[in-house]
């Protein structure tokens, strides 16, 4: 049976449309290019999100491999938890594709008898459990979700419980973008596997109206191992809406739609 695996997610909480720097759609691809799974959450009061945001949620989860979900405020805690065991849970199956081909053989799932769909599911949950899992909580800033930051730091709190249920070792980060003095995001609780610290999330927080959603998914990739770092923002980045530079300023060009 196949070893343990590491799994990597960014969780992206956001509550509206990105408007500086490169395509979010752009970067969830690159991280899935690094193995990193792009989940995102709309976080919303009534009718709030408009097609627009809608749409792009679903495009950066898509592109970055996760999945996507909008909700309300109250629904935060539990919809962290499902969206990251289900997105784990769809990367253990690629993980242990080789297991499951030496089980199904040529036949299709849906034509196993009761007994050997129970092994596979069997495994995967194994595998699940026991798995390496490092998650960074991407936490979007803009002045529009002040309000929704007592209902994050919650989650935060919660799913940090849940991690140290698991069997398998799990480590998060949780950051908020934008970051201070145009950096695309600040690390407010540095990678651990006890976030008793969450209040730090709603301590000094600088709520901005420009959400760099893009940018803020490349710093975070950076944060699972040595690449690179994205570059200050600068006036190219920061401060120019994207649908004026269409992406021209040659940041991770070649990944911009």
């Keep these: 049976m196949t070893k343990a695996a590491k799994l990597k997610q960014i969780l ?3 509550d509206g449309c990105s408007n500086v ?3 979010p759609v752009a970067a969830a691809t690159l991280a899935r290019e690094h193995g990193i799974t792009v989940n ?4 919303v009061d009534r009718q709030e999100m408009n097609e627009q945001g809608e749409k792009e949620i679903r495009d950066i989860a898509e592109a970055g491999g996760g999945l996507s979900d909008i909700v309300y405020p109250a629904q935060l805690t539990q919809t962290v938890q499902m969206l990251t065991r289900k997105a784990m849970t769809r990367t ?3 993980v242990v594709n080789k297991e499951l081909k030496d089980i199904l053989g040529e036949m299709p799932m849906e034509g196993l008898p009761p007994e050997k769909r129970m092994q596979v599911a069997g495994m995967v949950d194994e595998l699940g459990e026991q798995s390496h899992l490092e998650v960074v909580m991407l936490v979007d ?12 730091q919650q989650s935060i709190h919660d799913f940090s419980i849940s991690l140290r249920s698991r069997s398998g070792t799990s480590r998060m980060a949780v950051c908020s973008f934008p970051g201070k003095e145009k950096q695309n995001i600040e690390v407010r609780i540095p990678w651990t596997d006890k976030v008793e610290q969450a209040h730090q999330l709603t301590t000094g927080l600088t709520m901005s109206g420009v ?10 990739i950076a944060l699972f ?3 690179p770092a994205a570059p200050v923002m600068d006036e190219r980045y920061y401060g120019t809406d994207r649908a004026d530079d269409n992406g021209s300023g040659g940041f991770l060009q070649d990944h911009v739609f």
């Design 141 to 152: 800033t803009s002045g529009s979700m002040k309000p929704k930051m007592s209902a994050v």
């Design 225 to 227: 191992e040595q690449i």
């Design 12 to 14: 992206v909480v956001t």
């Design 21 to 23: 720097g490169i395509s």
């Design 92 to 94: 253990i199956h690629q």
């Design 40 to 43: 995102v959450i709309g976080v």
């Design 211 to 220: 959400t760099p959603t893009g940018p803020a998914i490349v710093e975070a």
